[in-house]
């Protein structure tokens, strides 16, 4: 088991920049993946950005170039810097983990969820 909490949200305008991060509860670094999702309201939630504890990485195409999945082993820590920010990047974010060693890219395949934080882009 591992219990994960975000932190860092809040209101940014648009083209600014913001790091949200996600602790876990124990050690992640050698056995679990760790990844991002986000939800709009009404929506589901939908694939960001994936991290495998060997240092793989994948983007969903939306975010890709603009956001950087990293991970600080030594605090158990995930971050996810997310620059040039968009109005429609405004969604509540969920920190997600499982695991494994690669990376995995549906939100259906991560067992462990932090309680998600809302990113606020203003135009």
């Known amino acids: 088991q591992v219990q994960l909490e975000e932190a860092g949200g809040g209101l940014v305008q648009a083209w600014g920049s913001l790091r949200v991060s996600c602790k876990a509860s124990r050690s992640t670094s050698s056995s679990y993946a760790m990844g991002w999702v986000r939800q709009a309201p009404g929506k589901e939630r939908e694939f960001v950005a994936g991290?495998?504890?060997?240092?793989?990485?994948t983007y969903a195409d939306s975010v890709k170039g603009r956001f950087t999945i990293s991970r600080d082993n030594a605090k158990n820590t995930v971050y996810l810097q997310r620059n040039s920010l968009k109005p429609e990047d405004t969604d509540v974010y969920y920190c997600?983990?499982?695991?494994?060693?690669?990376?995995?890219?549906?939100?259906?395949?991560?067992?462990?969820w932090g309680q998600g934080i809302q990113v606020t882009v203003s135009s």
């Open positions: 991290m495998g504890w060997s240092g793989g990485t």
């Open positions: 997600a983990a499982r695991a494994g060693s690669y990376y995995y890219r549906a939100p259906s395949e991560y067992n462990y």
